[in-house]
């Protein structure tokens, strides 16, 4: 990714990667079929069991976002409590994830690198083109897909086909990003602990959001998206611990070199974004359903129980699934979902 970009929130930047995914992931559609599993860079961390001070009163929480848009922007991520972040063993990489990149799947056209580097670390690059009618398909009823997606907050407690969702983070984890240098991890939480646990931080803090941080036009807007998490009065995230999958995608501002020395890495927040932005493509793409959840205060506290290192902060908590029975959305007048693409985009 080259150039500047301005300072984007995290829903600004998974909308970013939306309107660039519709040309450049095509290809998911036929990331559906099994491959060997093989360890990658995605985290699936092992934990202590949590203790009873995990979710004490000074645990924060969150808000969520989408089309429904319910998004707060995340605080700078406090320090970890002392008590909490000691003797914490890095988690392991990767376990069960599939392979990158995908064997063995017919895919509509070919890209690839060929030959040797030259003097400049630069190598050939070959493309075989796509029929054009081919491609307008294509794009039509990949569009077609993606308008179906909704934020969804009411999950049911169907199991996720095995393999499905991990394939889907290794498509968000070939997003581009600033430099090549990938600051990004997916935690995928199975966990049921670890659940209980963030679903506590997050509530908590909610209700601080709610009550004293926010302003009341805020409150007002984002009251018809959550009426039916907030009926009995009081701020409930169910979504946390009922939605079969569950991925924090964490940030990473800076690296950690093999000596421990800091690493810089560029335009980490919107590299992540749109890593988010292929990871709701790429569930979509799967019959899946997501809402981005952006847990503002909770940041520290979610990384503490996740067991993740110092140089990365939550991005976004993501529920995975399918929508339950009684699922509902906010009421979208047929042909009004969406802003008129007339007013998303403008040809110069």
Known sequence: MEGAVGSLTSLDMVLLALC???????????LGQKAPAKPAAVASPSRKQPSSSSTSSSAPGGGSGGDDSEVLRPTSDAAAPPSASAARDPAPKGAGMPDQPVAGVATPFAATQVGEPDSNGHVAFRYTGMPAAEAAKRAAEFQALMQLRRSVRFFAPTPLPEGVLERCVATAASAPSGAHLQPWTFVIVRDRAVRAEIRAAVEAEERLNYAKRMKKGWVDDVAPLVSGLHAGGDVTKPYIEDA?????????????????SRRTHYYPRESVGLAAGFLIAALTNAGLFTLTSTPMGAEATIRTSLGRPSNERVFLLMPIGYPAAEATVPFRAPGAERKPTGEAAIIV
Request: charged share 15%; proline share 7%; aromatic share 4%.
């Open 244 to 260: 079969p999958g569950l991925v924090v995608v964490m940030e990473q501002p800076y690296g950690r070199e093999a000596d421990g």
């Open 20 to 30: 660039t995914v519709v040309a450049g992931l095509i290809l998911q559609n036929l």
